[in-house]
């Protein structure tokens, strides 16, 4: 770790930012559909189900996704900073996590279309892509914000004069 950049607290940071961009999408989502936490709740049946737990009461379900919402998004956060700090030094790590990027929001995207079949029958594919896409921009803009130098080294690992 260099001084002034920690992967833990710039981890927590850009988590926060896209955790709460993705509740906050959703929230309005939920109250111009007309049905307030809609979202966390249903969401939060589902993953107490995968632990064989019946419906619990709404409150708990949406504490309990809330809570795995944000710990999911400060990981996520975590690997993104990473990757740049190991980017900084390896710009070709940059263009590699670029790629890997896409694949996965694809994967995920396929997930989404499975699980519409299923537990997500409510949710709209775009509503999903919106708010993956919201997340993505605040916590990407926030990394890019204050890694100045990782802008230099992702375009020569885009023009291939990477070392």
Do not use: C
Request: no cysteine; aromatic share 12%.
């Amino acid at each position: 770790m260099r001084t002034g950049h920690s992967i833990v607290r710039e981890g927590l940071i850009a988590g926060f930012l896209g955790a709460t961009a993705v509740a906050v999408w959703f929230f309005v989502v939920d109250l111009i559909g007309g049905r307030p936490l809609f979202t966390p709740n249903v969401l939060g049946e589902g993953l107490l189900s995968v632990f064989g737990r019946s419906p619990e009461p709404r409150a708990l379900n949406i504490i309990g996704y809330t809570i795995f919402h944000y710990a999911a998004f400060t990981l996520v956060g975590m690997l993104a900073v990473v990757l740049v700090h190991a980017g900084e030094r390896i710009p070709s790590v940059l263009a590699g996590s670029m790629i890997l990027f896409v694949a996965i929001e694809l994967g995920f995207y396929g997930l989404v279309a499975l699980l519409q079949q299923t537990v997500l029958g409510n949710f709209a594919w775009y509503q999903i892509l919106a708010g993956n896409l919201l997340a993505a921009l605040l916590m990407g803009t926030y990394l890019w914000r204050s890694h100045p130098a990782m802008r230099e080294g992702l375009v020569r690992a885009l023009e291939g004069t990477a070392e």
